[in-house]
């Protein structure tokens, strides 16, 4: 499956753009600031149903409208589809595959899966244990409806607890707090044992990509941190209910899961240097590639931001020997070097497309 063609209208810096794209390599040129990442986040749109970037709609849209459109026409061996994205100010996002309106965005989750590669990245190392799990739960939702319709379905009963919790009338109201409880329970045993099995099954290829790129230098790893390794959480509940009333939240259950990341036993936030966190989240997210395309038989599309600039040639040579070898499919590069991509890519026999950038146009 890739991307063929690409319309814009009012997203970000970008007034009206259309793209027909290769199947194989295109690339965004340009200097900073002229919406070639913007490109990528568009596409980033159409797979996640949000921006990567920035998660509130309406600040994504062009300052001087009130509206944006995303198109995307996608072609594979067996069939094609058209995706549609459209957002005004005041009103409900609305999102189509071929026409049909989606009843549930979390519907169209996993139809179009795509990995990106950003300086944003370090986020996942530098920031707090929320973002980590957004990066467990959106990989597994990619290929497991069910995952993710549990974990909506637990964070709104989390929801619910924590509005008893904080209101007085419902302090001592223990009947109707194991209603919700009960329900929680229920969603949270599912998506522990399916966290537990993910990374079980993602951290060898996790390892195997870091000791490719740093040539088997370090021993890194992944742990999955969760309450629930040692007790239901029923059983938390129950210890932690005095404890919650007082805070007023819920302070044990898979809402509070992290994912621990270590370098030599140990946390590479604090003991990695920052060659050696780059390569980790590097392999990370070609893990997340390589994990999804054997899940669900598909190439995902890579989006490479600004990796040229960011990255010392040993591990921008490892990203560019999987597009020479053809072991991603179609990917999209961004990069303020106009003539170095070009230069790398004659050289590849890969079909590639070129987009000069300028203050949010095509020249």
């Known amino acids: ?18 793209f027909q794209f290769s199947h194989q390599v295109n690339c965004f040129l340009g200097n900073n ?3 070639k990442t913007n490109l990528l986040d568009a596409i980033y749109y159409l797979s996640y149903t949000k921006s990567f970037f920035n998660s509130i709609d ?36 609305v999102f189509r595959k071929n026409k049909k309106v989606y009843k549930k965005l979390s519907d169209h989750i996993g139809v179009f899966p795509v990995v990106m590669i950003t300086p944003y990245d370090i986020n996942l190392i530098l920031e707090g244990s929320d973002t980590r799990r957004r990066f467990i739960d959106a990989l597994i939702s990619q290929f497991d409806n069910h995952y993710l319709s549990d974990l909506l379905s637990y964070n709104k009963l989390l929801k619910q607890r924590n509005v008893m919790l904080k209101d007085s009338r419902f302090k001592q109201s223990f009947d ?67 404890k919650d009333q007082q805070v007023g939240h819920t302070t044990a259950g898979i809402h509070r899961d992290d994912l621990l990341f270590t370098i030599q036993h140990h946390p590479i936030k604090k003991f990695g ?23 669900k038989n598909i190439d995902p599309v890579l989006l490479l931001d600004d990796i040229f600039d960011k990255l010392d040639d040993n591990r921008v040579s490892y990203i560019l020997d999987l597009i020479r070898s053809k072991k991603i499919g179609q990917c999209f590069i961004t990069d303020t070097n106009t003539t170095k991509i070009p230069n790398i890519l004659s050289d590849f026999k890969v079909e590639y497309n070129l987009f000069e950038i300028k203050n949010g146009a095509v020249n």
Request: charged share 25%; hydrophobic share 35%; with cysteine.
């Open 1 to 18: 499956m890739y991307l063929s063609e690409l319309s814009l209208v009012n997203f970000k810096n970008i007034k009206q753009a259309d």
């Open 33 to 35: 600031g002229q919406g």
């Open 58 to 93: 309406s600040q994504n849209v062009n300052f001087e409208c009130d509206f944006f459109v995303i198109q995307g026409k996608f072609l594979d061996q067996d069939s094609d589809f058209d995706l549609y994205c459209a957002m005004k100010k005041g009103d409900k996002k």
């Open 176 to 242: 109707l707090l194991e209603v919700y409880e009960s329900g929680m329970s229920e969603k949270a045993k599912s998506i522990f044992l399916k966290r537990k099995t993910f990374i079980d099954e993602f951290t060898p290829i996790f390892n195997q990509y870091y000791s490719d790129i740093s040539s088997n230098v370090e021993q890194v790893g992944l742990e999955y941190e969760s309450s629930l390794n040692n007790h239901s959480l029923l059983d938390l509940f129950e210890l932690n209910r005095l």
């Open 273 to 295: 240097s920052q060659g050696q966190q780059k390569t980790y989240l590097i392999a990370l997210k070609l893990a997340k590639y390589e994990y999804i395309r054997k899940k």
